[in-house]
T-cell receptor
C-alpha cells in the first residue's frame, strides 16, 4: 500500500519568509509525528498528533513553528519568518496508534533557508 | 531525564562478519523498542521491533532485549556493504513516549 508522503521534497526559501510543509500519513494511521534532522544529527521530535487528542507540542523550538492536522489525515507544518538555523530535513512519520507502535517515515522535506 | 544511549561509532566490521549494535536506556519502565536503519540522505526505515525479553530473529537480523540490564541490541549476521548505514534505536518510556538514540554509524568493509 501507499506509504507516508511528503511535499515538497525540497524547498529553498529566503530568510524571513514563511513555509508550509505537508504530510500525508498511511491510511488508517491515527498517530502522526513531525521530526527535524539537521545535517549529521539525530532526530529531533517536534510534535505528535494522536486521533482527536490535543497534540503534544512539547518539541516545537519556538512560536514560529506550528502544525495542524485535519482529523486523521493530512498534516501541515508551518514555519514563520524562517531563519538560517531552520535549514534541515523535516521528517513526518505515522503509526497505527500511539507511540508504542511502529512508526513509518516519509521521504522528508529538505528545507534550505538562504 | 530519560535517555536512550548509543555509541556514535563509526563501528567498522569486515564483510561477512557479525555486526553488533548496542543501546541502553534509563527508564526501567520502558516497554517497546525499535531499530531503524538510515542510509545517508534517506529517511529512517524500520528494521525490527521488540517488546519482550529475549531474542527476535528476522532473516539476518536479530534483536535482543534484556530488561533487567536495560539494554537492547541488534545483531546483523553475514554483514554486507549494503548494511553500511546509521542505525537508530528508540524505546518508549513509562509514559509511552518514544525516546530516540542518536544513532550508531556502521561501516562494513569489503
Amino acid at each position: 500500500g501507499a506509504g507516508v508522503s511528503q511535499s515538497p521534497s525540497n524547498k529553498v526559501t529566503e530568510k524571513g519568509k514563511d513555509v508550509e510543509l505537508r504530510c500525508d500519513p498511511i491510511s488508517g494511521h491515527t498517530a502522526l509525528y513531525w521530526y527535524r534532522q539537521r545535517l549529521g544529527q539525530g532526530l529531533e521530535f517536534l510534535i505528535y498528533f494522536q486521533g482527536n487528542s490535543a497534540p503534544d507540542k512539547s518539541g516545537l523550538p519556538s512560536d514560529r513553528f506550528s502544525a495542524e492536522r485535519t482529523g486523521e489525515s493530512v498534516s501541515t507544518l508551518t514555519i514563520q519568518r524562517t531563519q538560517q538555523e531552520d535549514s534541515a530535513v523535516y521528517l513526518c512519520a505515522s503509526s497505527l496508534a500511539g507511540q508504542s507502535y511502529e512508526q513509518y517515515f516519509g521521504p522528508g522535506t529538505r528545507l534550505t533557508v538562504t | 531525564q530519560k535517555e536512550v544511549e548509543q555509541n556514535s561509532g563509526p563501528l567498522s566490521v569486515p564483510e561477512g562478519a557479525i555486526a553488533s549494535l548496542n543501546c541502553t536506556y534509563s527508564d526501567r519502565g520502558s516497554q517497546s523498542f525499535f531499530w531503524y536503519r538510515q542510509y545517508s540522505g534517506k529517511s529512517p526505515e524500520l528494521i525490527m521491533s521488540i517488546y519482550s525479553n529475549g531474542d527476535k530473529e528476522d532473516g539476518r537480523f536479530t534483536a535482543q532485549l534484556n530488561k533487567a540490564s536495560q539494554y537492547v541490541s541488534l545483531l546483523i549476521r553475514d554483514s554486507q556493504p549494503s548494511d553500511s548505514a546509521t542505525y537508530l534505536c528508540a524505546g518508549t518510556d513509562s509514559n509511552y513516549q518514544l525516546i530516540w538514540g542518536a544513532g550508531t554509524k556502521l561501516i562494513i568493509k569489503p
